[in-house]
């Protein structure tokens, strides 16, 4: 009995000891950790230890994954027993797949290739296709195993070997790749041409000259009409990748083959048919016949159960309805494109965002599809928030005046709900009902009133935002719900809502009795006020005052305007309040007629696509872009981008700078002989300028406008507290501060001012100084010779000048004979005359003048290649008679050269933007952008000739779609941007997007639009 009890338990601690040491084994494969509470204390477990090592070996390669080592694989991999050597390449695979590296076995591997085991070729295809890259010349040992393969009786293994060369991407094996893939494409086998017709264009994209050549595209559009549907829904996907990728049309359908796909629709399978419907999507009918037999074609497909399929085949529909001559069979059509897109909000939460996504792209193009459907869009209690979101936003859509009571009874229901966010929204979608629907407006108002009286406070806040849209829209109609506003002041704590309601105050001042009081509420807290809240809190005193100007809102308005002036660091607000506070001190009538103007009235706050990209994004239903609500091409690029290592990259940094200073060493030299050449008759030529500069001297003066004999509101605003004296202009109109700014106004009189008198310029000086030009000169550089200026414009249309000022703080020398000459540049800017027309500068004197400039087409720098941007440096050389030659280099501002005629229209803009490779995109995210509001940047950019082509509104975002035409002698450029104006999560900022023939002035042109945002 004891021995007994003694051996089970030395063959338990045995079994044990195997088990564990087993698992080790495992670890020091897989890394995975070691669980001592699992099999190895169970019953089963031993039981099965019992049985024998060796038949547990052969049947738990897989669990352990690699039991050996890599000679033991080789030793496996060769040896004569079938099973073994299969068992081998398994054990192989298993490691290749958890990141073990087995290239080393690549050779034997491949010997086991020449089997008629169908498992085991297809693990050794799978080796070779990941190992295949870095082990190219071995992988040429499997050519003539893989041609072989494409001649063996078996269909299987002929497609087998064509998809696999087609996935070993070597070019060495392509070239042995065509003539097999010729001959499957052509095989009497269908599962063989549908594999062939797919590594066309895995071909394709590994070398297209050879498709080309080679005539694989022919025989692709000849299997658009092979007896077998797979392979024509195979040949449909080949054609349109290989199009997509090439940019090329080599997939034109006429209307021969549009019989043929849709004689195959019904028999395909479902991704065969998504195929399929996208190709006749891209066909133009003929006339309204062909479009309405290829709506009768593709009708069954909306029945059918594959989401894909039910969306391409309603994006073919849209485009063909559209070609129907008879109303009402339009109209029968559209009643059918209902159900199918209902039924898709019955599946998975994901399916049905995508989904509401294109439902929203539908109802803008086609609201009454689904205008009598809006219940199917109520929110259930279980959906995801991002669900409900869409469904909020087509329910916004599809409201009408019909429908607008139980939308609205749906949004009031969601704005009790415990969402925060999807609350603001529901309630917001009140304000845009309001806003869409003239009759329904007062509803709304009622139900913003019972939301208000929950006196929750985000509820309530949201309110306030959305009312005062609804008094934009309707003035003057709803104004008894102020009191029940202003009794919520208290708990307004969110910038946008304590804005809103400031705004509400200051327009309807003259009916709050005590709208003076409930801005200085505001006051109170005014330093820590938000920037949205304080230009608002400063116009609404102006209102205020303008209102009712009696003592109180005077006192108000003089505290508003000295806190905005003095005590804050906004430059926008800063100067808004001077402006205010020159127009009130100049003119009262003039400031009632500006800010009491009648505004225009908002229209419909629906978020609607430009016509263009909701075009653009129908015909891709179902695609990726139409989830984004963004064309394809603004994020996804059909080209491979090349990967750079560091060192590389460094070598092209290196060598671009050397060749930078090649050039400007060469500039340098260049110039230098110019101008010597320009003076080498010496004194004689000195003379001729000195005896010339009292005839230049009224030439330069004359470039400056004289003093308007009307007052100027806003001369001297850039002088206040700079600590440097304006040059004179207008006299003041009174004196003594702030207080006395205001003291006096009298609503009835209107205060005039004298221009006072010019004192006259130093005899050294040709025009006014201005201290705000960039030194490009420094006095020590220059030898004492302080050089000022930048390449500007007076106006957009006005021609180009180069504004400089010269500064003698030399001791004693007196300066004169100035020339100036460029070296090539980006623009071919050049100066009219190489003399300078100044007068003798005296030392301690300063002289300004505007040099004029044009543009020459022999000083235009060629264009900069591979991808590096062009420099914007105006490398000037200046030459004076003491001074010899000065070299300096100053930055080309674009905005100079951005011409006046640079508008395009939609189509031109469209067209253009396609013609550019998408590689040649440059996407730049812009900095310090102070201006986000559609119609200010609209006005800048427009004002430095960066015209506004379309505008959009998606999601969060603002998108502006410019243009704008640079002036180059002998090649203007259009360039074409896109500008993504996002203030998510509080923030503001600009995604740039860039596309012209010039790729390289990028850089540049992206700079005026920085610049003109800030």
Same mark, same amino acid.
């Given at each position: 009995m004891d021995t007994t009890r003694q051996t089970n338990d030395q063959d338990l601690v045995r079994t044990l000891v195997a088990q564990i040491f087993d698992r080790v084994m495992a670890v020091q494969h897989l890394?995975?950790?070691?669980?001592?509470?699992?099999?190895?204390?169970? &019953?089963?477990?031993?039981?099965?230890?019992?049985?024998?090592?060796?038949?547990?070996?052969? #049947?738990?390669?897989?669990?352990?994954?690699?039991?050996?080592?890599?000679?033991?694989?080789?030793?496996?991999?060769?040896?004569v027993d079938r099973g073994k050597k299969k068992d081998a390449v398994k054990k192989v695979i298993a490691a290749m797949t958890v990141g073990k590296d087995v290239s080393s076995l690549f050779p034997d591997v491949v010997n086991c290739m020449q089997t008629e085991d169908m498992e085991l070729k297809k693990l050794v295809y799978l080796y070779l296709i990941n190992y295949a890259k870095t082990q190219p010349d071995l992988a040429i040992m499997a050519v003539n195993t893989f041609v072989k393969d494409s001649q063996d009786?078996?269909?299987?293994? $002929?497609?087998?070997?064509?998809?696999?060369?087609?996935?070993?991407?070597?070019?060495?094996?392509?070239?042995?790749?065509? *003539?097999?893939?010729?001959?499957?494409?052509?095989?009497?086998?269908?599962?063989? $041409?549908?594999?062939a017709a797919v590594c066309v264009a895995k071909l394709h994209d590994i070398n297209p000259e050879m498709v080309e050549d080679r005539g694989f595209l022919d025989t692709l559009r000849n299997l658009i009409g092979d007896a077998n549907p797979m392979v024509v829904a195979n040949a449909v996907a080949a054609l349109s990748e290989i199009q997509d990728v090439s940019g090329r049309p080599v997939f034109a359908l006429d209307q021969a083959s549009l019989t043929k796909l849709l004689r195959a629709l019904n028999e395909c399978t479902e991704w065969g048919q998504v195929f399929i419907l996208d190709a006749v999507s891209a066909y133009e009918p003929a006339d309204a016949a062909e479009a309405e037999t290829i709506i009768e074609r593709v009708l069954p497909r909306l029945q059918h159960a594959n989401a894909a399929v039910v969306l391409s085949a309603v994006k073919v529909v849209l485009k063909n309805v559209a070609r129907l001559e008879d109303p009402a069979s339009a109209a029968a059509v559209g009643k059918k494109l209902a159900p199918p897109l209902v039924t898709l909000l019955g599946a998975e939460p994901e399916i049905q965002y995508v989904a509401l996504r294109c439902i929203n792209l539908v109802v803008q193009r086609a609201p009454e599809v689904l205008s009598h459907e809006v219940r199917v869009f109520f929110c259930k209690y279980n959906d995801p928030i991002y669900v409900k979101v869409e469904k909020l936003e087509i329910m916004v859509r599809l409201a009408n005046e019909n429908n607008v009571d139980?939308?609205?009874?749906?949004?009031? &229901?969601?704005?009790?709900?415990?969402?925060?966010?999807?609350?603001?929204?529901?309630?917001?979608?009140?304000?845009?009902?309001?806003? %869409?629907?003239?009759?329904?407006?007062?509803?709304?108002?009622?139900?913003?009133?019972?939301?208000?009286?929950?006196?929750?406070n985000y509820v309530v806040q949201e309110a306030v935002v959305v009312i005062k849209d609804i008094f934009r829209r309707y003035p003057n109609r709803y104004e008894s719900v102020i009191s029940?506003?202003? *009794?919520?002041?208290?708990?307004?704590?969110?910038?946008?809502? $304590? %804005?809103?309601?400031?705004?509400?105050?200051?327009?309807? %001042?003259? $009916?709050?009795?005590? #709208?003076?009081?409930?801005?200085?509420?505001?006051?109170?807290?005014?330093?820590?006020?938000?920037?949205?809240?304080?230009?608002?809190?400063?116009?609404?005193?102006?209102?205020?005052?303008?209102?009712?100007?009696?003592?109180?809102?005077?006192?108000?308005i003089q505290?508003?305007?000295?806190?905005?002036?003095?005590?804050?660091?906004?430059?926008?607000?800063?100067?808004?309040?001077?402006?205010?506070?020159?127009?009130l001190s100049t003119d009262p009538e003039a400031a009632k007629d500006v800010v009491l103007a009648e505004r225009p009235v908002i229209t419909d706050a629906k978020e609607n696509l430009d016509p263009a990209v909701l075009d653009e994004l129908l015909g891709e239903l179902g695609a990726l872009s139409s989830v984004y609500h963004r064309p394809s091409g603004t994020f996804v690029t059909k080209t491979r981008m090349a990967v750079q290592r560091a060192e590389d990259l460094e070598k092209a940094r290196v060598a671009a700078a050397a060749s930078v200073a090649a050039g400007a060493d060469?500039?340098?030299?260049?110039?230098?002989?110019?101008?010597?050449?320009?003076?080498?008759?010496?004194?004689?030529?000195? /003379?001729?300028?000195?005896?010339?500069?009292?005839?230049?001297?009224?030439?330069? @003066?004359?470039?400056?406008?004289? /003093?308007?004999?009307?007052?100027?509101?806003?001369?001297?605003?850039?002088?206040?507290?700079?600590?440097?004296?304006?040059?004179?202009?207008?006299?003041?109109?009174?004196?003594?501060?702030?207080?006395?700014?205001?003291?006096?106004?009298?609503?009835?009189?209107?205060?005039? @001012?004298?221009?006072?008198?010019?004192?006259?310029?130093?005899?050294?000086?040709?025009?006014?100084?201005?201290?705000?030009?960039?030194?490009?000169?420094?006095?020590?550089?220059?030898?004492?010779?302080?050089?000022?200026?930048?390449?500007?414009?007076?106006?957009?249309?006005?021609?180009?000048?180069?504004?400089?000022e010269f500064e003698n703080v030399s001791a004693g020398v007196t300066l004169d004979g100035f020339m100036i000459q460029f070296n090539k540049n980006i623009f071919g800017l050049a100066p009219s005359n190489q003399a300078i027309p100044v007068a003798p500068i005296a030392p301690g004197a300063t002289c300004a003048v505007a040099v004029p400039i044009t543009q020459n087409p022999s000083l235009v720098a060629p264009p900069t290649t591979g991808g590096n941007a062009a420099p914007a440096t105006l490398q000037v050389a200046i030459k004076s008679n003491q001074l010899g030659v000065l070299y300096l280099a100053d930055t080309i501002n674009a905005a100079v050269v951005l011409s006046g005629s640079g508008k395009i229209d939609s189509t031109a803009f469209v067209s253009g933007w396609k013609a550019i490779p998408e590689d040649q995109e440059v996407q730049q995210e812009l900095q310090n952008v102070m201006i986000t509001d559609k119609e200010a940047a609209t006005r800048k950019l427009e004002s430095k000739n960066v015209f506004v082509m379309a505008h959009k509104v998606v999601g969060e975002e603002q998108v502006l779609y410019c243009t704008g035409k640079l002036e180059i002698p002998g090649a203007p450029v259009q360039a074409l941007l896109e500008l993504r104006f996002s203030t998510s999560g509080g923030s503001s900022g600009v995604r740039a997007y860039y596309r012209s023939t010039r790729q390289d002035l990028a850089q540049v042109v992206l700079a005026v639009v920085g610049a003109a945002l800030c």
């Open positions: 890394q995975q950790p070691i669980d001592l509470t699992s099999s190895p204390f169970k &019953e089963p477990a031993l039981k099965k230890r019992k049985k024998g090592m060796e038949g547990e070996e052969k #049947a738990s390669w897989s669990a352990f994954v690699v039991p050996c080592e890599i000679h033991e694989f080789k030793q496996d991999l060769n040896a009786p078996n269909p299987l293994i $002929r497609a087998l070997a064509v998809r696999t060369m087609g996935c070993i991407r070597v070019d060495r094996i392509t070239e042995y790749l065509c *003539d097999p893939l010729q001959k499957c494409l052509k095989d009497e086998d269908p599962y063989v $041409r549908k594999t139980q939308v609205l009874l749906e949004f009031k &229901e969601y704005a009790t709900e415990v969402d925060v966010d999807f609350v603001r929204r529901s309630v917001r979608a009140i304000g845009r009902c309001a806003v %869409a629907i003239e009759a329904a407006a007062e509803r709304c108002v009622n139900v913003l009133l019972d939301l208000i009286k929950t006196r929750v029940t506003l202003c *009794d919520c002041l208290d708990g307004l704590d969110e910038p946008e809502a $304590r %804005a809103s309601m400031v705004w509400i105050v200051g327009e309807y %001042a003259e $009916r709050i009795d005590n #709208a003076d009081e409930l801005l200085e509420q505001f006051l109170e807290s005014f330093p820590e006020e938000p920037a949205m809240v304080q230009l608002q809190l400063v116009t609404a005193a102006v209102k205020l005052f303008l209102k009712k100007p009696t003592e109180r809102p005077q006192a108000l505290l508003v305007l000295t806190y905005a002036t003095q005590e804050t660091d906004n430059p926008d607000l800063r100067d808004r309040a001077y402006i205010y506070w020159r127009l060469a500039g340098s030299v260049g110039l230098s002989s110019t101008l010597e050449q320009q003076s080498q008759h010496g004194d004689g030529e000195s /003379a001729h300028s000195a005896g010339s500069s009292a005839a230049a001297t009224p030439q330069a @003066a004359a470039t400056v406008p004289a /003093a308007a004999p009307v007052p100027d509101l806003l001369g001297d605003l850039l002088d206040l507290d700079m600590g440097v004296p304006a040059a004179p202009a207008a006299a003041p109109v009174a004196a003594g501060g702030v207080v006395d700014l205001l003291g006096d106004l009298n609503l009835g009189t209107t205060t005039t @001012a004298t221009a006072a008198p010019v004192a006259p310029a130093p005899a050294s000086s040709t025009t006014t100084t201005s201290r705000f030009l960039p030194v490009l000169v420094d006095a020590t550089k220059g030898k004492g010779l302080v050089i000022r200026g930048t390449v500007t414009r007076t106006s957009p249309t006005s021609s180009i000048i180069y504004q400089m």
